[in-house]
C-alpha cells in the first residue's frame, strides 16, 4: 500500500508539473480579426474597416496600383474572415480587397518571386487593397477603441447573463472619389467589363409544305 501511495503522489506530481509546463508554453492569445467589411458611402466615398481584439497599428505600404496594410501577429477569428471582398461594382475607387495569412518568412516570400510584393517580414495578416485602372492609391487611415460586436445579439435564454462588452479596435481606412476631370476616363470606362460569349443564331426548320 506503501509503494502504491508513493506511485500515485508521483504520477500527480508529475501531471501537476506537466499542466503547469503546458500553461507556460500557451501564453497569452494573440490577436484576432473579428470582423473586416466594406461599405460605400455617400458622394462616392467607400470605407474598409477590421474589429482586431487587440491595439494594432498597421504597417503601410504602397506599390503600383495596391495598397498593403500589414497586422503584426494578427490571426483570423474564423476561416470567412480571409475571404476576398469583390468591391469593382460600387462606384467607389476599390476594385477588390484580399486577406492572406502570413507565416514567419514574410509576405515577399509567400506571395512568390513572379509577383511583385513589398517587403515585410513577420507572421500576420496581410491586407491587400486593389484600386481601380486608372486611378492612384489615396486614402486615410485611423483606429479607435469601440464595443463594436460583430455578432449579433440575441434573445437570452432562461438563466443566461448576458455577455460582458468587449473592447476591440476599430481601424477604419477611408477611401474619397477622384474627381472627374475633362476628358478624363469616366465610371464605364473605369469599371471592369465582362466578356460575354457571341451567342450563335437558332436556326428555325422550315415549315412542311402543305398537300
Not at 40 to 46: F, H
Not at 72 to 97: C, H, M, Q, Y
Not at 114 to 142: E, F, H, R
Amino acid at each position: 500500500m506503501r509503494r502504491s501511495g508513493k506511485w500515485l503522489l508521483g504520477f500527480g506530481l508529475l501531471v501537476l508539473a506537466a499542466g503547469e509546463a503546458v500553461a507556460k508554453d500557451a501564453g497569452p492569445r494573440p490577436p484576432t480579426l473579428d470582423w473586416i467589411g466594406f461599405r460605400p458611402r455617400e458622394a462616392g466615398t467607400s470605407e474598409l474597416f477590421m474589429l482586431v481584439t487587440q491595439p494594432v497599428k498597421p504597417r503601410e505600404q504602397v506599390v503600383g496600383d495596391r495598397i498593403y496594410l500589414m497586422l503584426d501577429g494578427v490571426v483570423p477569428a474564423k476561416r470567412n474572415n480571409t475571404r476576398s471582398l469583390d468591391t469593382r461594382w460600387f462606384e467607389t475607387p476599390v476594385a477588390a480587397i484580399t486577406v492572406k495569412k502570413i507565416g514567419k518568412k514574410g509576405c515577399t516570400a509567400c506571395l512568390g518571386k513572379k509577383v511583385a510584393g513589398p517587403s515585410m517580414p513577420g507572421a500576420g495578416l496581410l491586407i491587400t487593397i486593389i484600386m481601380k485602372p486608372k486611378l492612384a492609391p489615396s486614402y486615410t487611415m485611423g483606429s479607435e477603441q469601440s464595443e463594436m460586436d460583430p455578432v449579433p445579439p440575441h434573445e437570452l435564454r432562461p438563466g443566461e447573463k448576458p455577455k460582458a462588452p468587449v473592447t476591440r479596435t476599430l481601424i477604419r481606412v477611408g477611401f474619397e472619389r477622384p474627381p472627374i476631370e475633362a476628358g478624363a476616363a469616366t465610371d464605364d470606362t473605369v469599371r471592369p467589363r465582362l466578356s460575354e460569349p457571341d451567342v450563335e443564331p437558332i436556326k428555325i426548320p422550315p415549315a412542311p409544305k402543305s398537300k
